[in-house]
């Protein structure tokens, strides 16, 4: 094309006019702009003279002159969108983005090329303006630099920035030469709170407002903390009551304040992680007296609490004004308030990650996030709901190497699915104890989300009491039962019901240290292989859960102490199952009908008689977890009150038919009493190794059972050593009732 157009021009420049009467007349493709004697000149780049005798060539298609173009030059075309936009934050500048690009490839052959930059806010394909809240520096158009510093953009938001090469003739056409970036901030810091007031006052109520820094938007995830204590008098100083609210909007009110008195209140803003910020307020503000109002103002009624308030998170008391950093203990703001000693440890409430409208932010919240470069998997440990999981170490550059479990998503799950399979983290991070399996991270923001906890070497409760079945002491499983109910505790003070506590949810350490996992928020309904339907809907685990969890839902910490009587009776008989081979509708109606089981095979009696108590039918009446652990502290403090014995009846335990053998002996081979016991798949184990008669079977080591391929080898003994020493046959059921 060029090329071509290259021939014509040189034609006519051989031929560059005609004589029309004294003047030369140009040829098209020629013009001169007056009627003068002068030459005709070559139509200038992009430009055509189609007629002869033009006065000036008109631009070409595509082609513009700017207004201060003399019609003599060429024409000129617009630029091509400038290059390589990028969006760098601006270390502590607040809400603040510099935006720099490369010149256009192409400025049109023109150097008059300046940039214009918009911004708009979208969210999917809804985009609007983002108005005059973002300011530009140095401005946003007629830029002659190619960058742009962006200010006062909220964190979390998505912005489009929108910058447009433009020059002389722009203006022109409607195509835009523009290069588009959409971004957000990577920082979070909350704003600041800048100045507190009073807004109204009342005899039990205060409301108050503050200002922030900057514009807060509803939605850009910042919430305040405002903590108030009444202001101490001398003689009280040595007990003071904090409440924290957090709050989404700048704006509150407070009743059931007492009259007359001066209030302390702290605000400062969080981020959407829960971050404070770097500042915060605190102002006096005092209740009516209670005389003044009556006569002025009607008592403002109601507990309502302006409607800003997410949540109550904590009402601490605390004693002494000791502190005490847990060293577990996750840094957040409440900390702050912890008291030191065990027994006045703060009532800090478990937040239920749902109440997050985004479950993201709840996992930023409560879990720190681990680089997967840090993690090395070695070798699978166990299958989780989600996926496998692994026995690995974690190495966090400047920190001792640590042994870890790793929880994996497997491939091909919703973005559901991998909610749910977060939430464990976000509840785990929550909680800091000894007896709670402890989070050490998870990965969020790469493909293959992760969950990371401490490794506890010797897996599974239930597993572990099995392979050791009948080789631990009475102390040593009490020790343990202890260690579970500590960790119920803290989760009952934090308002954390479990509801599927269960020996298989336990995790046991290297030191036998029992620890609570298994926190998913799905995972009664899901993921546990004992979870039954019921007839008022969801999955329970039928053996360990309290009627009234049962028929009505209704879960608590009460229903927790119920489970825990259960997972009492599953230490004492090392991993025994509940109820055997019970169908669950035959335990709900044992239970129904006053049934419970009986004590498992030397079971110190006060074990057995606490096992009792968390069954009770009536919830109120059941031990509370604190009892629970004071109860076993003292049993494990005085070794002798184990040494009592609880009635064990392996008519009831393993449900005898009421027929003996001839011979005095119940039972006339080993396969009927395999059979008695609802053991019969053994039965073969034991014919194969020659094993006949119920002497020869007391006379096998627990190893030789175990060697024939039997699972409880202990427990398979004690039985048979109890039935063989049997006198009486006709008991039934009726001692399993309480
Ligand atoms: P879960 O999905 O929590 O039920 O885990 C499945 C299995 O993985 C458990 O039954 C354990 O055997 C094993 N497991 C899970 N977490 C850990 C851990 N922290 N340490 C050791 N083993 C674990």
């Given at each position: 094309?060029?090329?071509?157009?290259?021939?014509?021009?040189?034609?006519?420049?051989?031929?560059?006019?005609?004589?029309?009467?004294?003047?030369?007349?140009?040829?098209?493709?020629?013009?001169?702009?007056?009627?003068?004697?002068?030459?005709?000149?070559?139509?200038?780049?992009?430009?055509?003279?189609?007629?002869?005798?033009?006065?000036?060539?008109?631009?070409?298609?595509?082609?513009?002159?700017?207004?201060?173009?003399?019609?003599?030059?060429?024409?000129?075309?617009?630029?091509?969108?400038?290059?390589?936009?990028?969006?760098?934050?601006?270390?502590?500048?607040?809400?603040?983005?510099?935006?720099?690009?490369?010149?256009?490839?192409?400025?049109?052959?023109?150097?008059?090329?300046?940039?214009?930059?918009?911004?708009?806010?979208?969210?999917?394909?809804?985009?609007?303006?983002?108005?005059?809240?973002?300011?530009?520096?140095?401005?946003?158009?007629?830029?002659?630099?190619?960058?742009?510093?962006?200010?006062?953009?909220?964190?979390?938001?998505?912005?489009?920035?929108?910058?447009?090469?433009?020059?002389?003739?722009?203006?022109?056409?409607?195509?835009?030469?523009?290069?588009?970036?959409?971004?957000?901030?990577?920082?979070?810091?909350?704003?600041?709170?800048?100045?507190?007031?009073?807004?109204?006052?009342?005899?039990?109520?205060?409301?108050?407002?503050?200002?922030?820094?900057?514009?807060?938007?509803?939605?850009?995830?910042?919430?305040?903390?405002?903590?108030?204590?009444?202001?101490?008098?001398?003689?009280?100083?040595?007990?003071?009551?904090?409440?924290?609210?957090?709050?989404?909007?700048?704006?509150?009110?407070?009743?059931?304040?007492?009259?007359?008195?001066?209030?302390?209140?702290?605000?400062?803003?969080?981020?959407?992680?829960?971050?404070?910020?770097?500042?915060?307020?605190?102002?006096?503000?005092?209740?009516?007296?209670?005389?003044?109002?009556?006569?002025?103002?009607?008592?403002?009624?109601?507990?309502?609490?302006?409607?800003?308030?997410?949540?109550?998170?904590?009402?601490?008391?605390?004693?002494?004004?000791?502190?005490?950093?847990?060293?577990?203990?996750?840094?957040?703001?409440?900390?702050?308030?912890?008291?030191?000693?065990?027994?006045?440890?703060?009532?800090?409430?478990?937040?239920?990650?749902?109440?997050?409208?985004?479950?993201?932010?709840?996992?930023?919240?409560?879990?720190?996030?681990?680089?997967?470069?840090?993690?090395?998997?070695?070798?699978?440990?166990?299958?989780?709901?989600?996926?496998?999981?692994?026995?690995?170490?974690?190495?966090?550059?400047?920190?001792?190497?640590?042994?870890?479990?790793?929880?994996?998503?497997?491939?091909?799950?919703?973005?559901?699915?991998?909610?749910?399979?977060?939430?464990?983290?976000?509840?785990?991070?929550?909680?800091?104890?000894?007896?709670?399996?402890?989070?050490?991270?998870?990965?969020?923001?790469?493909?293959?989300?992760?969950?990371?906890?401490?490794?506890?070497?010797?897996?599974?409760?239930?597993?572990?009491?099995?392979?050791?079945?009948?080789?631990?002491?009475?102390?040593?499983l009490v020790s343990m039962l202890r260690g579970i109910a500590a960790g119920m505790k803290y989760l009952s003070d934090m308002n954390y019901v479990h509801r599927d506590l269960a020996a298989r949810n336990i995790l046991v350490n290297s030191n036998l240290e029992c620890k609570v996992s298994d926190f998913g928020l799905?995972?009664?309904?899901?993921?546990?292989?004992?979870?039954?339907?019921?007839?008022?809907?969801?999955?329970?685990?039928?053996?360990?859960?309290?009627?009234?969890?049962?028929?009505?839902?209704?879960?608590?910490?009460?229903?927790?102490?119920?489970?825990?009587?259960?997972?009492?009776?599953?230490?004492?008989?090392?991993?025994?199952?509940?109820?055997?081979?019970?169908?669950?509708?035959?335990?709900?109606?044992?239970?129904?009908?006053?049934?419970?089981?009986?004590?498992?095979?030397?079971?110190?009696?006060?074990?057995?008689?606490?096992?009792?108590?968390?069954?009770?039918?009536?919830?109120?009446?059941?031990?509370?977890?604190?009892?629970?652990?004071?109860?076993?502290?003292?049993?494990?403090?005085?070794?002798?009150?184990?040494?009592?014995?609880?009635?064990?009846?392996?008519?009831?335990?393993?449900?005898?038919?009421?027929?003996?053998?001839?011979?005095?002996?119940?039972?006339?081979?080993?396969?009927?009493?395999?059979?008695?016991?609802?053991?019969?798949?053994?039965?073969?184990?034991?014919?194969?190794?020659?094993?006949?008669?119920?002497?020869?079977?007391?006379?096998?080591?627990?190893?030789?059972?175990?060697?024939?391929?039997?699972?409880?080898?202990?427990?398979?003994?004690?039985?048979?050593?109890?039935?063989?020493?049997?006198?009486?046959?006709?008991?039934?059921?009726?001692?399993?009732?309480?």
């Open positions: 094309m060029e090329g071509g157009e290259q021939k014509e021009r040189t034609r006519q420049e051989s031929e560059p006019s005609q004589k029309r009467g004294e003047l030369a007349v140009c040829h098209p493709g020629y013009f001169k702009a007056s009627e003068s004697s002068e030459k005709c000149q070559p139509c200038p780049k992009h430009t055509q003279a189609l007629s002869t005798g033009s006065i000036s060539c008109n631009c070409q298609e595509g082609y513009y002159r700017a207004p201060t173009d003399p019609s003599t030059v060429a024409c000129s075309a617009l630029p091509s969108a400038p290059l390589d936009l990028v969006a760098t934050t601006m270390h502590n500048a607040v809400g603040k983005i510099e935006l720099s690009w490369s010149p256009p490839a192409d400025t049109g052959e023109r150097d008059d090329v300046d940039y214009s930059v918009t911004c708009e806010r979208c969210e999917g394909d809804d985009c609007l303006p983002c108005g005059e809240s973002v300011r530009f520096e140095p401005g946003s158009t007629g830029l002659q630099d190619t960058w742009v510093s962006v200010s006062e953009l909220e964190p979390h938001l998505n912005y489009t920035f929108t910058v447009e090469a433009r020059n002389g003739v722009s203006q022109f056409s409607s195509k835009r030469a523009a290069t588009t970036l959409t971004t957000a901030l990577c920082y979070t810091d909350p704003p600041k709170v800048m100045s507190m007031r009073l807004e109204d006052q009342g005899v039990t109520s205060l409301s108050l407002s503050w200002a922030v820094s900057r514009r807060a938007q509803p939605n850009s995830g910042h919430r305040y903390e405002l903590m108030y204590r009444k202001k101490e008098s001398d003689s009280e100083k040595d007990v003071t009551t904090y409440t924290v609210l957090v709050l989404e909007k700048s704006s509150v009110q407070i009743s059931d304040l007492a009259p007359g008195t001066v209030y302390v209140f702290r605000v400062q803003a969080l981020s959407p992680e829960g971050n404070p910020g770097s500042n915060s307020m605190e102002r006096e503000f005092q209740t009516l007296p209670e005389v003044e109002v009556q006569s002025s103002m009607p008592v403002i009624m109601g507990a309502v609490v302006g409607g800003g308030i997410m949540l109550l998170i904590v009402v601490v008391i605390l004693l002494l004004h000791r502190r005490r950093r847990n060293p577990h203990a996750r840094q957040g703001p409440e900390d702050t308030y912890f008291s030191s000693s065990e027994q006045l440890k703060p009532l800090k409430t478990y937040v239920d990650p749902h109440t997050y409208e985004d479950p993201n932010t709840a996992i930023l919240k409560f879990a720190s996030e681990i680089h997967p470069s840090h993690i090395a998997k070695q070798k699978v440990i166990g299958a989780g709901e989600f996926g496998e999981v692994y026995r690995g170490v974690l190495k966090v550059p400047g920190r001792k190497e640590v042994a870890v479990a790793i929880k994996t998503l497997k491939p091909g799950y919703t973005e559901k699915q991998r909610q749910d399979f977060l939430s464990e983290a976000s509840i785990m991070g929550q909680f800091s104890h000894q007896n709670i399996i402890r989070l050490e991270g998870v990965v969020t923001k790469f493909k293959h989300a992760m969950i990371i906890t401490e490794y506890m070497e010797n897996g599974a409760l239930d597993n572990y009491l099995r392979d050791h079945d009948g080789e631990m002491a009475s102390y040593q799905s995972r009664v309904l899901e993921d546990d292989p004992e979870g039954t339907y019921t007839t008022s809907g969801g999955k329970i685990p039928i053996r360990w859960t309290a009627p009234e969890a049962i028929a009505y839902r209704k879960f608590t910490s009460a229903s927790d102490v119920w489970s825990f009587g259960i997972v009492m009776w599953e230490v004492m008989a090392f991993g025994e199952r509940p109820y055997w081979d019970m169908s669950n509708h035959e335990v709900m109606k044992a239970i129904n009908e006053a049934f419970r089981l009986p004590a498992p095979m030397d079971c110190p009696s006060a074990v057995y008689q606490l096992m009792l108590q968390c069954w009770l039918q009536d919830r109120s009446k059941r031990p509370r977890f604190p009892d629970i652990v004071s109860l076993l502290d003292k049993l494990l403090r005085s070794p002798e009150s184990l040494k009592t014995i609880a009635d064990f009846d392996p008519r009831v335990s393993i449900r005898l038919p009421s027929t003996s053998g001839s011979d005095g002996s119940p039972f006339r081979s080993v396969s009927e009493w395999l059979e008695s016991i609802k053991m019969s798949q053994y039965s073969e184990n034991f014919a194969r190794a020659g094993v006949t008669t119920m002497d020869q079977v007391l006379q096998m080591k627990n190893e030789d059972i175990r060697n024939i391929g039997v699972r409880l080898p202990g427990h398979l003994k004690r039985i048979a050593y109890s039935i063989l020493g049997l006198k009486d046959q006709t008991s039934t059921l009726s001692v399993f009732a309480v």
